[in-house]
């Protein structure tokens, strides 16, 4: 019998790492306890032979080059994917939170107030962990450019909610360099 | 014996009717033949339509969603088709053109939320194993980098090439005020005469 023919492999662009990283830090950013639902959500969907424990999911994380501690060796597909499951059921979690922060039809004020709570908790997670001298972490904390950016953020993760949410963004993590 | 496949997420609601194609071998609680759909969005029209309709709306919400996702938001749906939607004031606009002429389209806004609902419910629809109407699901593929140019401003994405500009030019202007090296003299170079010891 021929041999299947080999698939390319995929691996994500030095971009698509940042974002994915910088979806997942907005997820710990939501929720105050995101980083052991990551632990406890890549247990529950079998990833343990991709990220056997807690330690190990954060290396795999920390190839993303904003971070302050950045790993030089690129993660494989598998693990890139393991990592956009996790996303994927954190933001299916997280909707309802996602919704309220889109959604036009809630009162401004509290509206408002909700997204200074994102923006200030993404900002401690981002000067704690991330080299506060790279121009995409830097246009995050920039209190112009920043807002926007935060929306951008909240966006993605709720269209990567759901069923279709892993294709679509897996999708979008492989765009060609901009 | 008619079917029905509910879709809810908070602001929509869609509504598939159909029967079991029983010819294809489906199970009687398959919907294989869609009777027709209804969609309803929050404080808006309920829409109804057939199975062209439904591709219509995925054709052009997925692709839409797919783009907005990697921040490009670009209009989807030529003039000929019967759905289309565009980035409006920062929201979005569902149209809906109707095939009697005469009839204006009807546009639906739609803020972040609600798009992003209407959007999880196609993809629960595309993931039923319930259904087994055949719709095509378009297929979400990397950006190329000409979709992605106008994401970035154009001051950032000249920024760059202008910088390495700029940079030759200060590098060539300062080269130039340099003094060039004089020639050798065509003169022998005078040679000093060891001193006699004595």
């Known amino acids: ?178 | 014996m008619k079917l029905t496949s509910r879709y809810e997420q908070t602001s929509c609601r869609l509504v598939l009717e159909g029967l079991p194609d029983l010819s294809a071998g489906q199970s009687s609680q398959t919907i294989g033949i869609l009777t027709g759909f209804s969609l309803a969005l929050a404080g808006k029209t309920e829409l109804e339509g057939q199975r062209d309709h439904l591709q219509a709306l995925l054709n052009v919400v997925l692709p839409y969603a797919r783009g907005l996702i990697s921040g490009v938001s670009r209009p989807q749906g030529a003039e000929d088709v019967p759905v289309a939607i565009r980035p409006v004031d920062g929201q979005h606009e569902l149209e809906l053109r109707s095939s009697q002429p005469d009839t204006p389209p009807l546009r639906l806004p739609l803020d972040d939320a609600e798009l992003s609902d209407l959007v999880r419910c196609l993809d629960r629809l595309q993931l039923d194993p319930q259904v087994a109407v055949p719709l095509e699901w378009p297929d979400p593929q990397p950006l190329r980098r000409s979709e992605l140019r106008h994401r970035l401003p154009l001051a950032r994405r000249v920024a760059a090439p202008l910088t390495g500009v700029a940079a030759l030019l200060v590098a060539g202007l300062l080269a130039s005020l340099l003094p060039t090296p004089k020639p050798p003299s065509s003169a022998p170079a005078a040679v000093s005469t060891p001193a006699r010891g004595g």
């Open chain 1, 1 to 178: 019998m021929a041999d299947a023919p080999v698939q390319p492999q995929r691996l994500l662009s030095r971009r698509g790492l940042e974002r994915l990283d910088l979806l997942l830090l907005s997820a710990e950013a939501l929720d105050l306890n995101g980083g052991e639902a990551m632990v406890w959500l890549s247990e529950e969907m079998g990833l343990t032979d991709l990220f056997p424990n807690r330690v190990e999911l954060w290396k795999r994380r920390c190839s993303n080059p904003l971070r302050r501690t950045t790993r030089r060796d690129r993660i494989t597909e598998a693990e890139a994917d393991g990592l956009i499951r996790i996303l994927n059921a954190l933001a299916d979690r997280l909707y309802p939170m996602l919704r309220s922060l889109l959604s036009s039809a809630e009162p401004p004020q509290l509206s408002e107030q909700r997204w200074a709570l994102f923006r200030s908790r993404l900002q401690e997670l981002l000067k704690e962990r991330f080299n506060p001298r790279r121009g995409g972490v830097q246009r995050l904390l920039d209190p112009q450019e920043g807002p926007q950016l935060c929306r951008e953020l909240i966006q993605t993760m709720a269209l990567s909610a759901g069923p279709g949410g892993f294709t679509r963004l897996k999708a979008s993590l492989m765009d060609a360099a901009a």
